[in-house]
């Protein structure tokens, strides 16, 4: 019987970050967790068509047809339970789970966030906004961070952190890439691998 651990990953969007955790089951990276499920809130992202291409099953989930959070929120965990899901990571997931969800999954919901939390992070911080607000602050050092969810937005405990340097002439968009390449799709399969790991170690 296949004792790894199996993943959901949530996206709502392009899905590089997803694209980087299943390059990184291939090539041996995570080796403790199987990608099993991935499940998106926005029909027409193309994190759908990278799944399928990978033969990953997939689901979409809508909060605008379902009419509440707890509806879509109830909906998401029967996906979950059904697949016997362990992990959560939220690759690119752009919408706040309640904290009757994250309590549920403590310590199971992985989410990787484009710059070094506590900076520029929480409500309103996502995607390039947050490079947006990192540059017109004049940092010269942000990052990727990847952390546990809890009930407070970006509050999690962190599993790990990586630096990347901010050029003269960057725009939110270069910035944005070099954030993704050089930290996001690094550390988001190292912590995913790392969490997979000791979940197996507890298991034995
Ligand atoms: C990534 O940069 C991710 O860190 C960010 O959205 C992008 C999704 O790209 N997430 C957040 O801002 C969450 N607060 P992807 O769909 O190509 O992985």
New binding site residues.
């Given amino acids: 019987m296949e004792n790894k651990i199996k993943i959901a990953v949530l996206?709502?969007?392009?899905?590089?970050?997803?694209?980087?955790l299943m390059d990184a089951e291939k090539s041996g990276i995570i080796t403790d967790g199987r990608i099993s499920l991935v499940i998106s809130n926005n029909e027409g992202?193309?994190?759908l068509k990278r799944a399928a291409d990978g033969g990953i099953p997939t689901a979409v989930v809508l909060k605008k047809a379902l009419g509440s959070q707890q509806a879509f929120e109830e909906a998401i965990i029967e996906l979950l339970e059904k697949n016997g899901i362990e992990i959560i990571v939220?690759?690119?997931?752009?919408s706040i789970l309640s904290e009757n969800f994250t309590k549920k999954y403590d310590k199971r919901i992985i989410?990787?966030?484009?710059s070094l939390i506590p900076s520029f992070?929480g409500k309103g911080?996502?995607?390039?906004?947050?490079h947006e607000a990192a540059l017109s602050y004049g940092v010269k050092v942000t990052g990727?961070t990847v952390h546990f969810v809890n009930e407070i937005?970006?509050g999690g405990e962190i599993i790990m952190q990586k630096a990347v340097e901010i050029l003269e002439d960057d725009t939110p968009e270069t910035l944005?890439r070099r954030?993704?390449e050089q930290a996001?799709w690094k550390i988001l399969p190292l912590s995913v691998q790392k969490v997979c790991h000791s979940l197996k170690e507890d298991k034995k």
């Fill in positions: 996206v709502s969007g392009g899905g590089t970050n997803l694209q980087a992202a193309y994190a939220l690759a690119g997931f752009m989410n990787v966030h484009p992070c911080f996502y995607g390039l906004h947050v990727a937005p970006d944005q954030v993704m996001e």
